[in-house]
């Protein structure tokens, strides 16, 4: 079975500080993790995707398939950072994803 | 182009009532998928479309949930009849046939309170 796991419900960083939001996998086949964010009164977008290996926002988020984890990393937080992070996990048919429980982060002035 | 859109954004109903929900996908995605979150639970898969048939409805909890997507357009979601757990917010998504989820597009969802 697969599961996702982000151990931090809120993360408050101030401004300009650096952040990490941690998430967690298991999954027995090749994993592909995802981040999505929810801005206030926003619908859920996709922000990045470790298959692509790209940089969105300043965020970035490496795959580490001996620990399993796929940690979001931004190096200056921002206060229009604030939102709500999911990491997801898609099965093989690509067609579920799995949630983690989401991360509030909140970047204070 | 129009993004995904689902109605109504908020309801509140009594145990034991019908509501019927809906989602409009992106105008050409075949894909159509249904998730859920409830209170202080993860979001969680229910359904996956594929133009009118059900790919994958495994996700669903019990027979009281009723997915439909007649001519491969607008899907409903009908919970019948509705119990305090199902409150929550319910979300669609649609993608291109053969993107999976890297064409993801999710809806504002609907906010479900069973009262």
């Known amino acids: 079975a697969q599961r996702v796991t982000q151990p931090e419900k809120l993360l408050s960083v101030f401004k300009g500080a650096p952040v990490e939001l941690k998430c967690n996998y298991s999954?027995?086949?090749?994993?592909?993790l995802f981040w999505y964010v929810q801005y206030s009164r926003q619908r859920l977008q996709l922000l990045l995707r470790?298959?692509s290996r790209e940089s969105i926002k300043g965020f970035t988020a490496d795959l580490n398939k001996g620990e399993t984890s796929f940690h979001l990393k931004k190096p200056f937080a921002q206060e229009e950072d604030s939102a709500m992070y999911y990491c997801?996990?898609?099965?093989?048919?690509?067609?579920?994803?799995?949630f983690g429980g989401g991360t509030r982060l909140m970047v204070k002035p | 182009e129009a993004g995904v859109t689902q109605f109504p954004s908020h309801s509140v109903i009594e145990k034991g009532q019908t509501v019927t929900l809906r989602c409009d996908p992106i105008?050409?995605?075949?894909?159509l998928y249904w998730y859920r979150r409830v209170m202080g639970k993860e979001i969680k898969f229910l359904l996956h479309?594929?133009?009118?048939?059900?790919?994958?409805e495994s996700g669903m909890p019990n027979n009281r949930f009723l997915a439909e997507r007649t001519g491969g357009t607008y899907s409903t979601l009908k919970v019948q009849p509705a119990e305090l757990e199902d409150s929550g917010v319910y979300f669609c998504?649609?993608?291109?046939?053969?993107?999976?989820?890297?064409?993801?597009?999710f809806g504002s969802g609907t906010r479900l309170t069973v009262v």
């Open positions: 998504a649609s993608s291109q046939l053969g993107t999976g989820n890297y064409g993801y597009t």
């Open positions: 999954y027995s086949g090749s994993p592909e």
């Open positions: 470790h298959i």
């Open positions: 997801a996990l898609i099965n093989n048919a690509g067609n579920m994803l799995t």
């Open positions: 105008s050409g995605h075949d894909n």
């Open positions: 479309f594929v133009k009118e048939s059900k790919q994958d």
